[in-house]
């Protein structure tokens, strides 16, 4: 079985092309550069292949912008080290503004992803292929942009649209930001492409495992309808997945085992391989895990954890008596190598030590769509657009009782709908998903009611000991404006065009 993993493209991290060419430039034919690559099928292969491995850099931190600024995670506080304080912290704490490095990380990120697809975009109409390989490239290239822009417009509203590679750095200056809702149509008219020219699940061989489907485009399409309230494109959309095969694995861990990747359930994972050695271990879990544990939870001698992304008090509480999910998804602490409990609480639903050798380099898959999500969103959508029937009923049940729960019945609308994101909650914990729930359920004003609330709870309450260090006063207050991320200081330094974001300097 072979996994997509990273490949060295030429070009593939520039944002900017060369321009100005003449007929006297020559490329020599020994070395690879953008001249004489993305020429035939297989460059081009490898070319895709460099952006799925641009999925591994985005989810090595999405779950800060996610999980961890959602009231789903916190962090283990550090006493003796106070250096994160305006960098990760102030996320937590809702102390984010313009210069914030982290959110200028997740915007760079996420813009250079989509510089690299446009140029790979651009080369696809001259390499030699097949009609049936481009269109499919095509296709995995525009589920690609399309999941990138998704995550901008969810995270700061009106932003840049860029289709084109460009071609000069005095060109990248100009772009003003477009409004959302043509964001959404890009959006929409990409995951379209890709849903008519992608491959049905089952057509995708043992060798291209981890590729793109026309399942991973219907599912994302549906998101995004969802997101937007459209309900009934909402509905066609998710219906049209389950009928590709897909299915609930029928034990909830095994969803996240590492000798179960890619299983049943898996619409949509980014790869990663235990003990590479090129670089494609999943080892940023290590962050997940408590600070000062010195080898009790991490399996090597003195091994330690980050202390970031520590589910809350609030979470650990949100699991229903019986929930066989709690078990698999958290701990909530752990016995160090003196044998003293210690209760500070750890993600563990990609915690597997037998499942690699080499500190560091675990293989755990990431989760970035899942048969549950879809049964999930089908039957939300269906109860917004016609209220609880028999079939969102069915769908939502599906989930429930093989958390081991009793299946619900005899619900309204309006309860219906409460279950339902309870439950996306529970079932989806530490997947990345959780404020994106948050934003598209709540007005702002709800939402800066409800994180508020949350954190006064925390406050009350800390998830971890903080060794008597006060909470400072601007710490877990929420503003309504806050619901977008600030456009970064020095992009709008750099580029006149471009305007902030309301609330922020």
């Known amino acids: 079985m072979k996994y997509i993993f990273k490949i060295v493209v030429i070009a593939l991290g520039l944002t900017f092309t060369s321009c100005g060419k003449t007929f006297l ?48 995670t916190t962090l283990h506080f550090n006493i003796g080290d106070r250096g994160q304080g305006p960098d990760l912290e102030a996320i937590e704490y809702w102390q984010i503004n313009s210069s914030t490095n982290r959110i200028t990380q997740w915007y760079n990120l996420l813009y ?6 446009n140029t790979i975009l651009s080369k696809l109409p001259g390499a030699e292929m097949t009609d049936a390989a481009r269109s499919n490239f095509e296709g995995q290239l525009k589920f690609f942009r399309a999941f990138y ?69 219907l599912s994302l399409l549906g998101k995004v309808y969802l997101t937007q309230k459209k309900y009934t494109d909402a509905v066609t959309s998710l219906k ?8 609930l694995m029928a034990n909830y861990a095994d969803v996240f085992d590492p000798a179960k990747k890619n299983n049943a359930e898996s619409v949509f994972e980014v790869q990663f391989q235990a003990d590479s050695e090129i670089g494609e271990w999943s080892g940023f879990l290590d962050t997940f895990y408590p600070r000062e544990s010195y080898g009790a939870v991490i399996k090597f001698s003195n091994a330690n954890g980050g202390g970031w992304n520590i589910p809350t008090l609030d979470i650990i509480g949100a699991y229903e ?46 989760p970035v769509i899942r048969y549950a999500d879809v049964l999930l969103m089908l039957s939300e959508a269906i109860n917004e657009q016609s209220g609880p029937t028999g079939e969102a009923l069915g769908y939502l049940n599906q989930i429930r009782v093989r958390a081991g729960l009793k299946a619900l019945d005899g619900l309204g609308k309006d309860l219906f709908h409460t279950a339902v994101l309870h439950e996306r909650r529970i ?23 409800f994180l508020n609330a949350n954190g006064d ?49």
């Open 240 to 247: 049209q997945v389950i009928t590709l095969g897909y299915s």
């Open 427 to 449: 079932e989806l914990a530490f997947e990345n998903d959780r404020w994106y729930q948050l934003k598209r359920t709540m007005s702002s004003t709800e939402l800066a009611s």
């Open 25 to 72: 430039e020559k490329y020599d034919p020994t070395q690879l550069n953008a001249g004489n690559f993305y020429k035939t099928e297989k460059q081009m292969e490898q070319a895709v292949n460099g952006i799925y491995s641009q999925m591994q850099d985005l989810v090595r931190i999405q779950w800060i912008y996610t999980e961890y600024i959602s009231d789903n």
């Open 321 to 366: 008596t019986g929930d066989l999910r709690k078990a698999v998804s958290l701990k909530e602490g752990y016995t160090n190598l003196q044998g003293v409990w210690v209760a500070v609480p750890f993600v563990s639903k990609y915690y597997h030590p037998d499942s690699y050798t080499i500190k560091g380099r675990q293989g755990d898959n990431w």
């Open 149 to 217: 822009y998704f995550q901008l417009v969810q995270g700061f509203g009106d932003v840049i649209i860029v289709t084109e590679p460009i071609n000069s750095p005095a060109a990248a200056y100009t772009f003003s930001r477009s409004p959302a809702a043509d964001v959404y149509k890009l959006i929409e008219s990409d995951l379209t492409f890709a849903v008519s020219s992608l491959p049905v699940p089952s057509a995708i061989g043992a060798s291209d495992i981890g590729r793109i489907s026309k399942g991973a485009a």
């Open 457 to 505: 709870f925390e406050r009350a309450h800390p998830s971890t000991d903080r060794g008597g260090i006060p909470f400072s006063a601007g710490d877990y207050k929420f503003e309504s404006y806050e619901a977008l991320f600030p456009i970064p200081a020095n992009e709008i330094l750099i580029n006149k065009a471009l305007t902030q974001n309301q609330g922020y300097n």
């Open 112 to 117: 250079t992803g989509l510089g690299n697809i």
